[in-house]
């Protein structure tokens, strides 16, 4: 069965400080892709990133970098200069190819608070 | 970038009232949408996969007779909950994919609240 772990379910960074939230998955596809999510309080779902199994290089966008290092299952998030904005709960996901279509599940997230 | 639509954002009705939620890809066709819902605190728990002009494909323990769901076009899926019971209060929110290497991409999701 398809899993995704996020154990940190609190993180606090200093603003302007790097931050790194953790995900690790279980699968036994060759062919996957990684997601990372953020979800401010206001619900709505807003995508960071995607770093596919077969992709070579860690996939970079602005302040967030994926280190995806695939012998581990592992494909952690980190968000550098963190600002106040980035308050909000991140969500790991992977997408797996299901009977000729695609389905994603969702780790539990973690809640990430930037101080002042 | 691609947008999806959700409507309403925000429900508050009677027990027994059934309910229908919209989710509309506005500038592109989605062939596959999602329907998730999530409780407080909690992560998005998969519902059931749309696929445009077939029948849904339902997790384990989601009651289909319960949550319908209606792909009618490549571009709008449709969740009604019928019959909404207090126990049916969630917060529900859809995506859609155009192809596989494509992220998907949310509505803004539905507040649920059933008195």
């Known amino acids: 069965a398809q899993k995704i772990t996020q154990t940190q379910p609190g993180m606090f960074v200093q603003e302007k400080e790097a931050v790194t939230l953790d995900c690790t998955y279980d699968?036994?596809?060759?062919?996957?892709?990684l997601f990372w999510y953020k979800q401010p309080s206001s619900g709505e779902m807003i995508f960071l990133i995607y770093?596919?199994?077969?992709?070579?290089q860690n996939a970079t966008e602005g302040r967030y970098s994926l280190n995806f290092q695939k012998a581990r299952k592992s494909a952690n998030l980190v968000i550098s200069a963190s600002q106040l904005g980035d308050s909000a709960m991140y969500f790991c996901?992977?997408?797996?190819?299901?009977?000729?279509?695609?389905?994603?599940?969702f780790g539990a997230g973690t809640r990430l608070f930037v101080k002042a | 970038g691609a947008v999806v639509s959700q409507h309403p954002s925000w429900v508050i009705c009677k027990s027994g009232t059934s309910v229908k939620i919209e989710c509309r890809s506005l500038?592109?066709?989605?062939?596959?949408m999602f329907w998730y819902r999530q409780f407080p605190k909690q992560s998005l728990m998969l519902m059931a996969t749309?696929?445009?002009?077939?029948?849904?494909?339902?997790e384990q323990g989601v009651e289909k007779d319960k949550f319908l769901i209606n792909h009618a076009s490549l571009t709008l899926s449709t969740l009604t909950v019928t019959s909404a019971h207090p126990e049916d209060s969630s917060f529900y929110i859809c995506s859609a994919e155009g192809t596989a290497d494509q992220p998907q991409h949310f509505g803004d999701g539905t507040r649920l609240s059933i008195l």
């Open positions: 500038d592109f066709q989605a062939t596959t």
């Open positions: 996901a992977m997408r797996e190819g299901r009977g000729g279509g695609f389905k994603t599940i």
């Open positions: 749309s696929n445009e002009g077939s029948k849904a494909t339902y």
């Open positions: 770093q596919g199994s077969y992709d070579e």
């Open positions: 699968t036994s596809d060759q062919s996957y892709g």
